[in-house]
């Protein structure tokens, strides 16, 4: 069926009924020739088991309605996650043709790669589907008064699939067979299809029966050759590494039994190519590195500070212990060890440390007072135990915006938070109880009442001498930036603005840009272009690419290439598979490039390089590259560019208009690239006019027409099967008739296929009674809550995708073209929208803001109940914009965008800066009650809490440094994170140890006498 009428007789309709479900969000929709695919997304709080029950029921129910013949619906999960491929199992053999190759793809392969846990192997792409094909000689038909249909009346009446049953004879009970069914292909050449004048006319004699094949509309090519794979999706929550690592080690054994199966199979190869857990393995291998040597940078900063062996011992012990609690509440809370839990490790690597580093400085100072080793642990502990509990709740608080997120960011970024949370708090319960015990066993300082007898190392003099210098040096530039409050307060003031002017000069996106080793081509030839055609131009472009990158090498043995894998897939095979796939008909081609591990340039490298290569080689075909991987997929719903306007309204042609004039306005915006539009309405057609009267004369109905039409063009099979089982496999496959493939050539071959019935007597050429009209017509239809759109996607180049994106709304709202066109067409219910990665990013940033305020309300609460004052939190809570302060003047000055991983870098730095606050303002507290003055209560405080600020603030920064680099790879999703944590904390220590007692001062002053 046209995609025309696919949409207004089945998608429509089964959107109707779907859409009834309980909680329906949205809906999306796909008509093509022959095959509709209709998408129900559910809100969040709706169960998906409960969802799929739902649509299957409704789906079903639908059928009675649906056209004669309609293959019944299939309802399977949708998972943006896994809207692309984990990996590709390819099927190739020097010996055996495309046919047994998706033979033993579709048969033996597929069902036992679905036994795999987490796997759904959906489709098999490439080669030919068997089929038992009666090719028609049309002139020997029309000699002998015959028809296609006759032939297919034959076929279906002599070849049968009814069960004769048994009989009772005597005492015996005996099977009754027949030979209703042919055993072998050729014997169905003896038909007799009439009986002329006493003599038969056997199917020989107007046709040939062959085992042969479907007409192809889908090649696959890997490497320059046909052949045949089968793409490896996971179930919903599957772990991506753990299901490639079973299809690999699986593979291997359904190898072996296919060998010893089917001795055509002797050659035959299973490789799992294009392997998506490649750089999952990368990242999380990188992120590794990066917790490990974050960890020892930690070890030698800490160790620099203290200068003391056993203090440093301490210390660090926290570390592995902090990551192993973390891993251990994952692992109760059902998440794993990927790249947004190690990516929470990563960030919570300088917190693991910094709540021991606070209760270790404070017992050491009260040891230097004198006391004993387990009273200076009591004392030093209890001291800052409630500080320090409301500095970690303020750490977790922090983090409270994740659940603000919604849809696919929440999913992703909670086990990021979870992990972060989980290891703060592990951190606090062991700095409050493993670093006390510790101290009171084996802490010794030069100078205390302990018995010199103990063994001891040499006293942290050094140290104390170095941090002595500082500390006077710190207290004479602060009590000067005391004397001016006014002149610091305007400085912090300007800073800020300069801050807030370089956010507005940062680039945005959703994520950052991965490198994942692989990228895809989406190419476009003109709409109508036959498969064969179309594969001789992807066999022109692979040759392009392989002169640029290498020939492909998936043995390595190359070192010049650095190319690994090439895989085409040309055209799309017209049944369910087309879920699947990108294309859309036979002039759509996608070309997927595995690069090896050592390429000396990267994905996004080289798709730069041929996107300039193509525009000039191949004028007048349409490019676009996709260089994201799953996450990014799973973030953009499986779109295929981050920016997509969407035109909805019901006719196709003014939907289109628009567009049209939307493609010429982004085009001339920079950094956008591969801007096109997704359907096409221009795909060549043949209008076949029936004469209803005419035909009636001659005794000729619509449905003969079409029948036979069918029948010579594309076979039988379409809309009456018949079925043949092949005895050596048990396999079941169509039997059907149609004209040989190279004998339809010209309209005039249509023109003249002839049309019986059981009332004519001699055959009716279809062009006696029909005319024919050259046209065009969609290749596609789209839906969206089941109205019409036309989509116009653009890639982004050089630029970030939030910048491009706020230009093309710009520009669209200032062209005088659209505007027109929208005054023209608005009023008609013509609306268009950006939706894609932006529309994202923007929820996603809103939700964030409005997660962290709240966050920042919530810390403020928490400081009240513990200073008992509504006023003093106030001086920790203006802390937070000094940190933003520092990650401004980071992220720009290293040209990092603004996204999702640095704004959780700037949740991370807040529950930091209010930390070193929070504990400067208690001990500011404490020295007042002692009854010093307000001024040098928070002098002293400033001084006592500036090495472990110091320190703390430094394990941080430089825990985060290997991951801000990029040391040890892993695609740099990280990075941003890493470098908004640097520049906070690098930023808020500086300003909050000059800014913080100022305000102590100015704010103490205000509450004296307030205290609740």
């Not at 859409?19 to 998408?39: A, D, L, T």
């Not at 190898?255 to 089917?262: A, F, G, I, S, W």
């Not at 239809?781 to 180049?797: G, K, L, P, Q």
Request: aromatic fraction near 8%; hydrophobic fraction near 45%.
């Amino acid at each position: 069926m046209p995609a025309v009428v696919m949409e207004r007789d089945i998608m429509s309709r089964l959107e109707r009924w779907t859409g009834q479900s309980n909680g329906i969000e949205h809906q999306e929709g796909k008509s093509m020739i022959g095959v509709s695919i209709v998408k129900d997304f559910f809100r969040e709080d709706i169960d998906p088991n409960t969802a799929m029950s739902q649509v299957t029921s409704l789906a079903m129910s639908d059928l009675f309605y649906l056209p004669p013949g309609t293959i019944p619906p299939m309802v399977m999960p949708f998972d943006p996650t896994a809207s692309i491929p984990l990996c590709l199992l390819s099927v190739s053999s020097p010996t055996m043709n495309e046919k047994e190759l998706y033979d033993i793809a579709y048969f033996e392969l597929r069902n036992r790669l679905q036994a795999i846990s987490g796997v759904i192997a959906p489709a098999v792409y490439g080669g030919v589907l068997r089929r038992i094909l009666t090719y028609v000689d049309r002139d020997k038909l029309e000699s002998r008064g015959l028809s296609p249909m006759d032939v297919v009346a034959a076929l279906k009446s002599s070849n049968l699939m009814i069960p004769t049953g048994n009989a009772k004879f005597g005492t015996m009970d005996y099977q009754i067979n027949s030979n209703a069914m042919f055993e072998k292909v050729k014997e169905m050449n003896d038909i007799p299809i009439k009986v002329d004048q006493g003599a038969p006319v056997f199917l020989r004699d107007v046709a040939e029966a062959q085992d042969s094949y479907q007409i192809q509309t889908n090649i696959v090519r890997l490497n320059g050759k046909r052949q045949v794979y089968i793409p490896i999706y996971r179930q919903p929550g599957a772990n991506v590494i753990q299901v490639v690592n079973e299809v690999r080690n699986k593979s291997e054994q359904i190898l072996q039994r296919l060998k010893e199966m089917d001795p055509r199979a002797k050659d035959l190869r299973l490789d799992v190519v294009m392997d998506q857990s490649i750089s999952a393995k990368k990242t999380i291998n990188g992120l590794k590195i990066n917790v490990i040597f974050g960890a020892m940078l930690a070890a030698i900063s800490i160790g620099v500070f203290l200068a003391n062996i056993r203090s440093t011992v301490i210390v660090l012990l926290l570390l592995p212990l902090g990551i192993l609690a973390a891993m251990a509440g994952l692992f109760f809370t059902g998440n794993t060890l990927n790249s947004m839990t190690l990516g929470g490790l990563v960030l919570t690597l300088g917190m693991l440390t910094d709540q021991a580093i606070v209760v270790l400085d404070n017992i050491i100072r009260h040891l230097r007072m004198g006391k004993t080793k387990m009273q200076a642990a009591l004392d030093g502990a209890g001291e800052v135990a409630v500080p320090m509990f409301v500095a970690m709740l303020t750490t977790i608080v922090v983090f409270f915006p994740i659940v603000f997120l919604s849809g696919m960011a929440r999913f992703l970024f909670a086990p990021l938070a979870l992990s972060a949370t989980f290891a703060v708090f592990a951190s606090y319960v062991m700095a409050m109880t493993v670093v006390p015990s510790y101290c009171a066993k084996f802490l010794h300082i030069h100078g205390s009442n302990h018995s010199r007898n103990d063994k001891t190392l040499k006293p942290v003099g050094g140290e104390e001498r170095g941090m002595g210098k500082s500390g006077k040096y710190y207290e004479s530039l602060l009590r000067a930036t005391l004397k001016h409050k006014p002149v610091t307060f305007l400085g912090v003031f300007v800073l800020f603005l300069l801050s807030i002017f370089l956010f507005q000069r940062t680039g945005t996106e959703l994520f950052p840009q991965i490198e994942t080793g692989q990228f895809m081509i989406l190419v476009r030839a003109p709409s109508g272009t036959r498969v064969e055609e179309s594969e001789r131009l992807i066999q022109d472009i692979e040759k392009e690419i392989q002169g640029i990158i290498g020939q492909g090498d998936p043995d390595g043995m190359d070192d010049s290439s650095d190319l690994q894998m090439l895989i085409s897939n040309i055209g799309v095979l017209m049944d369910w598979p087309a879920a699947y796939t990108p294309n859309t008909g036979p002039m759509d081609s996608f070309i997927l490039i595995q690069l090896k591990e050592d390429t000396k340039k990267g994905a996004i490298q080289y798709s730069g390089i041929l996107r300039a290569h193509f525009r000039d080689r191949f004028p007048g075909i349409e490019f676009a590259f996709d260089t994201g991987g799953m996450l990014t997929a799973a973030l953009n719903f499986g779109l295929p560019s981050p920016i997509n306007i969407q035109i909805k309204g019901s006719r196709l042609e003014t939907s289109y208009e628009i567009a049209n004039a939307m493609v010429k306005e982004v085009k001339k915006v920079r950094g956008a690239t591969d801007v096109r539009i997704a359907q096409r309405l221009d795909y060549p057609a043949i209008d076949i006019e029936v004469d209803r009267i005419k035909a009636a004369y001659l005794q000729i109905t619509e449905e003969d027409v079409v029948k036979n039409i069918v029948t010579a063009l594309n076979s039988s099979i379409n809309f009456d099967p018949a079925f043949w089982i092949d005895n050596q496999n048990g396999n079941h496959y169509f039997v059907g008739a149609q004209y040989f493939e190279d004998d339809i050539v010209s309209l005039q071959t249509l023109e003249n296929i002839p049309i019986t019935n059981k009332k004519t007597s001699s055959p009716v050429l279809l062009k006696n009674v029909a005319t024919f009209k050259r046209t065009t017509a969609p290749a596609v239809v789209n839906h969206h809550d089941i109205t019409r759109v036309i989509d116009v996607y653009a890639n982004v180049s050089g630029r970030d995708a939030g910048s491009v994106a706020t230009e093309i709304e710009e520009r669209i709202k200032r062209s005088p073209v659209i505007q027109d066109l929208m005054a023209k067409y608005g009023p008609k219910g013509y609306t268009y929208h950006i939706r894609g990665e932006i529309q994202s990013m923007r929820e996603s940033f809103g939700q964030l803001g409005q997660g962290l305020f709240i966050a920042i309300i919530l810390v403020y609460l928490i400081l009240v109940a513990q200073f008992r004052s509504f006023r003093r939190p106030l001086i920790i809570i203006l802390t937070v914009p000094l940190g933003l302060i520092g990650v401004s003047i980071m992220l720009y000055t290293t040209g990092t965008s603004l996204n999702i991983q640095s704004f959780m870098g700037i949740i991370t730095m807040i529950g930091l800066v209010v930390d070193y606050s929070a504990l400067l303002v208690a001990f500011a507290d404490q020295h007042q009650e002692e009854g010093m003055s307000i001024e040098e209560a928070i002098v002293q405080a400033a001084r006592t809490r500036l090495r472990p600020i110091l320190m703390t603030s430094s394990t941080a920064v430089i825990a985060v440094i290997p991951t801000a680099i990029e040391y040890g790879g892993g695609g740099g999703a990280s990075v941003p994170l890493a470098r908004a944590i640097i520049g906070g904390v690098v930023g808020a220590v500086v300003l909050c140890l000059f800014v913080v007692p100022p305000l102590y001062i100015y704010l103490a002053k205000r509450r004296e006498g307030v205290t609740v």
